[in-house]
T-cell receptor
Framework: GQNIDQPTEMTATEGAIVQINCTYQTSGFNGLFWYQQHAGEAPTFLSY????GLEEKGRFSSFLSRSKGYSYLLLKELQMKDSASYLCAASIDKLIFGTGTRLQVFP | KAGVTQTPRYLIKTRGQQVTLSCSPISGHRSVSWYQQTPGQGLQFLFE???????NKGNFPGRFSGRQFSNSRSEMNVSTLELGDSALYLCASSLAAGGGEQYFGPGTRLTVT
């Protein structure tokens, strides 16, 4: 079967760095997406990793290890507006989402 | 370019009734996927339509159905509503089918009483 795991909740302090992990077990894996979803809003695209390694995009970076079935999203210089849910999704001819990680950033 | 739109945004229905939700994709996008989002289960894939054909389906009962029109607009229908169908229903559009980058609409919040 298809399985995506990520922590349910995380907390961090403004200005800090936080890493949100995601492990997956799927067949026919194409790549790994990260989406951000603020409460009451639609998910918005953050990153897509196809190859192993780290991809940096401003304060956000995403890492993928296909051999380990593992990805993480790294958020640097946290801001209050980063408080949101972060969803990882495996692309396997459709998107299979994890349950999401709710991140709360405190001042 | 206008984003994905969904109507209605909020809906309250009674158990046993049926409901139809609508989704208009980004212009030029031919793939529309539907998801159910609940606090405990996260986003669960319902189905994907591409060029008016259902090309993929999730593990939902037959009460959940959908269709896509020639202008790529899509509708999903839920018949014989149950309390457990209360959820946020999101649609997402993409240029190509099969798990590429998807752009989500704001969702329809369905409450079944």
């Amino acid at each position: 079967g298809q399985n995506i795991d990520q922590p349910t909740e995380m907390t961090a302090t403004e200005g800090a760095i936080v890493q949100i992990n995601c492990t997956y077990q799927t067949s026919g894996f194409n790549g790994l997406f990260w989406y951000q979803q603020h409460a009451g809003e639609a998910p918005t695209f953050l990153s897509y990793n196809v190859l192993d390694g780290l991809e940096e995009k401003g304060r956000f970076s995403s890492f993928l290890s296909r051999s380990k079935g593992y990805s993480y999203l790294l958020l640097k210089e946290l801001q209050m507006k980063d408080s949101a849910s972060y969803l990882c999704a495996a692309s396997i001819d459709k998107l299979i989402f994890g349950t999401g990680t709710r991140l709360q950033v405190f001042p | 370019k206008a984003g994905v739109t969904q109507t209605p945004r909020y809906l309250i229905k009674t158990r046993g009734q049926q409901v139809t939700l609508s989704c208009s994709p980004i212009s030029g996008h031919r793939s529309v996927s539907w998801y159910q989002q609940t606090p405990g289960q996260g986003l669960q894939f319902l189905f994907e339509y591409f060029s008016e054909t259902q090309r993929n389906k999730g593990n939902f009962p037959g009460r959940f159905s959908g269709r896509q029109f020639s202008n790529s607009r899509s509708e999903m229908n839920v018949s014989t509503l149950e309390l457990g169908d209360s959820a946020l229903y999101l649609c997402a559009s993409s240029l190509a089918a099969g798990g590429g980058e998807q752009y989500f609409g704001p969702g329809t919040r369905l409450t079944v009483t």
